[in-house]
């Protein structure tokens, strides 16, 4: 963790300090340095804002407004957020969503950050072969049907040493600390945390040097999405 904090401040510092001493020179170089100075940026920001949820669940200051809501608009929401991730890394995200999935009870912004780390951990993962894909199905877990939202990347794998851990707060593997890979081990403590508060689950099923698939289980509400609702939704956005 003091590395993933410290890291990113001595990038921005030397960059500054170079800055100052006239080292840049071109306009080329200063887009250069300010890009560097603005991903290093954004990697602090991710890391704060993980560091300040991970707080506020451990306090149980966390506070869920949990609702029925239409689970493929917000997997399509957070589709959009991080195609751009996709296109930096070379990944191919690919989706597959029927049209006739159940709602959910969800807090919408929690389920976004939830799918966003899968996501995120499914691109940062996923090794040589760049692609991650993302589907939703019915279930059933005996009680009540339910939703299952997959992520699965054909990466990295998890070994079985490491699996029992992985929800465990700041566990990170000793391979991906070896590669160094960007992370803090707060990722999966969060998506789990914020799965258990909507009453859901999530599992995941893994082969080092194969492949991973986490899959979120979330209550539906019995109630299908209107499509009525949704014509109005675009008229009003
Ligand atoms: P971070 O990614 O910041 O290390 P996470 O809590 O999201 O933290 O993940 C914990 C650990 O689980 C990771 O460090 C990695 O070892 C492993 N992991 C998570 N997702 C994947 C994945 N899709 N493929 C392989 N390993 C994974």
Not at 173 to 178: D, L, N, T, Y
């Amino acid at each position: 963790m003091s590395h993933e904090l410290r890291t990113p401040l001595t990038v921005i510092c030397s960059v500054a300090e170079n800055m100052i001493d006239g080292l840049v020179d071109s306009k080329q170089q200063l887009a250069r340095y300010g890009s560097v100075i603005g991903n290093q940026g954004r990697q602090l920001t991710a890391l704060v804002d993980q560091v300040l949820l991970f707080t506020s669940t451990q306090e149980g200051r966390s506070c869920y407004q949990i609702a029925s809501v239409d689970v493929a608009e917000i997997v399509k929401r957070v589709l959009e957020n991080v195609s751009a991730l996709g296109e930096r890394n070379g990944v191919t995200i690919e989706s597959d969503l029927p049209d006739d999935l159940p709602k959910v009870m969800a807090d919408a912004t929690a389920l976004s950050h939830c799918l966003q780390n899968l996501i995120v951990n499914a691109v940062k993962y996923s090794g040589e072969h760049r692609w991650v894909r993302i589907w939703a199905r019915v279930g059933d877990i005996g009680r009540q049907p339910e939703v299952q939202i997959s992520v699965q990347d054909h990466g990295i794998g998890i070994s079985g040493a490491d699996l029992p851990h992985i929800f465990e707060p700041f566990y990170r593997s000793p391979e991906v600390q070896a590669a160094q890979i960007h992370g803090a081990g707060l990722g999966l403590t969060l998506a789990r945390r914020i799965a258990e508060a909507m009453a859901g689950a999530l599992h995941v099923s893994s082969i080092r040097g194969v492949g991973s698939v986490f899959t979120l289980h979330l209550l539906a509400t019995g109630q299908a999405v209107s499509h009525d609702e949704e014509i109005v939704n675009s008229e009003t956005e």
